[in-house]
C-alpha cells in the first residue's frame, strides 16, 4: 500500500520566510541599482526599507505561511494597497521583470514552485496597470 505523501504548501516548497526575504532583498537590490527598472524605482519612496520589510510577510501568508501581515492589515491586498499609485504597463512589467530576476537569482531549489511564484506575481503586477 502507497504511503500518502503530505502536501506540502508554496511557501514551505519556496523555503519559508527566509526564502521570502532573501528574494525580496535581491528585488529591491535589482530595482535600486538597474536601470532597466528606473520608471518603476521611481514611482516607490526614497525609503525603501518598509517596503523590503513588508513584502516578505505578505507573500509569506499569501504563499499558506504565516499570516501576520494579514492580521496586522486587516481587510488589505496589494491590490488596495496600490490602487492610490499611477502603476502603468511599462512599471508593472518591469515589476514582473525585476521580481522574476530575484525569484530566478535566489535559485530555489524546487523550479516548479520558482516558476509558479514568478507567474502568478507578474500577474498580480500586470493586473495593477492601468490604461
Given at each position: 500500500?502507497?504511503?500518502?505523501?503530505?502536501?506540502?504548501?508554496?511557501?514551505?516548497?519556496?523555503?519559508?520566510?527566509?526564502?521570502?526575504?532573501?528574494?525580496?532583498?535581491?528585488?529591491?537590490?535589482?530595482?535600486?541599482?538597474?536601470?532597466?527598472?528606473?520608471?518603476?524605482?521611481?514611482?516607490?519612496?526614497?525609503?525603501?526599507?518598509?517596503?523590503?520589510?513588508?513584502?516578505?510577510?505578505?507573500?509569506?501568508?499569501?504563499?499558506?505561511?504565516?499570516?501576520?501581515?494579514?492580521?496586522?492589515?486587516?481587510?488589505?491586498?496589494?491590490?488596495?494597497?496600490?490602487?492610490?499609485?499611477?502603476?502603468?504597463?511599462?512599471?508593472?512589467?518591469?515589476?514582473?521583470?525585476?521580481?522574476?530576476?530575484?525569484?530566478?537569482?535566489?535559485?530555489?531549489?524546487?523550479?516548479?514552485?520558482?516558476?509558479?511564484?514568478?507567474?502568478?506575481?507578474?500577474?498580480m503586477a500586470?493586473?495593477?496597470?492601468?490604461?
Amino acid at each position: 500500500m502507497p504511503v500518502d505523501t503530505p502536501v506540502r504548501s508554496p511557501y514551505e516548497r519556496i523555503g519559508g520566510l527566509g526564502e521570502l526575504r532573501r528574494i525580496t532583498d535581491r528585488f529591491y537590490d535589482l530595482m535600486e541599482t538597474d536601470p532597466a527598472f528606473a520608471a518603476l524605482r521611481a514611482i516607490h519612496a526614497d525609503d525603501l526599507g518598509p517596503m523590503r520589510d513588508s513584502l516578505p510577510g505578505f507573500l509569506a501568508g499569501w504563499s499558506g505561511g504565516p499570516r501576520d501581515w494579514f492580521e496586522a492589515h486587516p481587510g488589505k491586498c496589494m491590490m488596495s494597497m496600490h490602487k492610490p499609485f499611477a502603476i502603468t504597463r511599462e512599471t508593472a512589467a518591469q515589476w514582473a521583470d525585476c521580481m522574476e530576476r530575484a525569484i530566478a537569482d535566489a535559485k530555489l531549489p524546487d523550479p516548479d514552485i520558482a516558476r509558479a511564484l514568478c507567474d502568478v506575481l507578474g500577474q498580480m503586477a500586470r493586473g495593477m496597470a492601468r490604461p
